[in-house]
């Protein structure tokens, strides 16, 4: 049995890069989604918070902005500023695309 | 058949910009009035257009006038320019003059004498009304080269030094040929470096003519006595700054952007910008996004992070993390926001270099 529950131990799972958009309002919290649920809200929450941040970093900076795209090697983050809250895209990269060349809006 | 000469108007104010051309177009000769409202949009017309006169003012935000200046006297030698100002600092008018300004005069003299001041313009529109090239000063070569590499230009330049006559070709900012004193390429090249000074004249490129220089123009200058002897004698440490920023500017006159921030990752370093006035408040704003971004990054494991892109109805910002430094520039709206990281990457690449 020993043997048999060596063989069943489970595998480490392949950590998947959450994709699809969510809007949240201006105080973080998370309205509606197309995120898998596959993501934990948590994990939304934190992308919420630390996006709202950047607009209001920019706003403070008397640079307000419009959009903003963090651009990772695996992944995009696209936002737009909606009065206060934000319209979030989660656009992960495939690795065997031919690479965008910026920010491009989702 | 006569052509109309044109006068450049670059000021932040769009009310004075409309009182000077109602203005101008009192001026007998008729000439072409034409405005700018940026230090950019005024050099990217002057690229565009032939003008011959070029009225700037001074304080204008991103890029003021001295800086649009110091650009103007390098890369159109044969644009006649004046400067009108608000500014009645001494200062400002012995700094205009020293970057070989025309005429320098106070916006309120200019209403006052407004007949003197049509007349002043008048006058530089008709001097040297044989057209070509005005320049006759001794110029350091180097420094005509050079401005022509980083302005991407495809031209021949004809050097005149006392009996000789030389020519160098450029196309798209690569040195192609050159020719002087019955030699041609690398060796003519050498040639002319070691005339000190010089009359020059930029002609009409030629894009036929076939390449026979094929090292980098910063290689020849290295190998040249004349680098060596730059190198070994470099001028004072103000006229070097002022040297580098002219070079910076126009470079980010060139790509079409509107402005660039330097951002040491050290926060005790100070941030260095051209183009632009409120360098620590957008550093301060870059320095919290990016530690923003790699915290998420981090909690996402979304790979390093590569560029961070922003937008609003005035403006295009890229930030760029390259190394110990990061990189915002500032492009206009109307940009074509595809190519901006491509573009914003070899703007920085060789920035601090």
Known sequence: MGLLKWFSSPRPTVHKLPSGSFTVDRHGKVMTGTVGADCPPSLLADIAKEILSVFRAARAAQMPLAEVSLDYAGLQISARDMQGGAIIFLSPKNPLATPSSTGAKP | ?353
């Open chain 2, 1 to 353: 058949m006569e052509t109309k000469h044109k006068i450049l108007v670059l000021d932040d104010d769009a009310d004075w910009l409309d009182t000077c051309r109602d203005f101008l177009a009192q001026l007998p000769s008729q000439p072409e009035i034409r405005i700018a409202a940026s230090g950019v949009r005024a050099l990217s017309m002057l690229d565009a257009q032939q003008f011959r006169v070029l009225i700037c003012d001074l304080k204008m935000p991103r890029m003021d006038g001295l800086q649009v200046l110091s650009i103007v006297r390098r890369r159109f030698p044969g644009l006649r320019t004046v400067v009108l100002t608000g500014l009645q600092d001494d200062q400002f008018r012995s700094r205009a003059y020293a970057l070989g300004v025309d005429l320098f005069w106070l916006k309120p003299d200019m209403q006052q004498n407004s007949q003197m001041f049509l007349d002043c313009i008048e006058s530089l529109l008709g001097r040297d009304d044989a057209g070509g090239f005005r320049d006759t000063q001794a110029k350091n070569l180097l420094d005509v080269i050079q401005m022509e590499c980083l302005a991407g230009n495809s031209s021949v330049l004809r050097i005149t030094s006392g009996n000789s006559v030389a020519k160098i070709w450029f196309h798209h900012g690569e040195l192609v040929d050159a020719a002087a004193e019955g030699a041609d390429g690398e060796a003519a090249f050498r040639r002319i470096l070691k005339w000190k000074s010089g009359t020059f004249e930029s002609l009409s490129a030629e894009p036929e003519h076939v390449r026979i220089i094929t090292k980098s123009v910063g290689a020849l200058l290295a190998e040249s006595e004349q680098g060596i002897e730059k190198t070994a004698n470099p001028g004072s440490a103000e006229e070097l700054a002022q040297q580098k920023l002219v070079e910076h500017l126009a470079a980010i006159a060139v790509a079409g952007a509107e402005f660039l921030v330097s951002i040491p990752a050290k926060k005790e370093i100070a941030a260095k910008g051209w183009g632009i006035k409120n360098t620590e408040q957008l550093a301060g704003w870059a320095r919290h996004v990016e530690k923003t971004a790699r915290r998420l990054g981090e909690i996402l494991s979304a790979g390093p992070l590569v560029h961070i892109a922003g937008q609003n109805l005035e403006r295009h910002l890229l930030l760029l993390p390259q190394g110990d430094k990061t990189y915002v520039v500032g492009w206009p709206a109307e940009a074509i926001s595809g190519h901006l990281f491509e573009q914003s990457k070899n703007l920085t690449q060789s920035w601090d270099s």
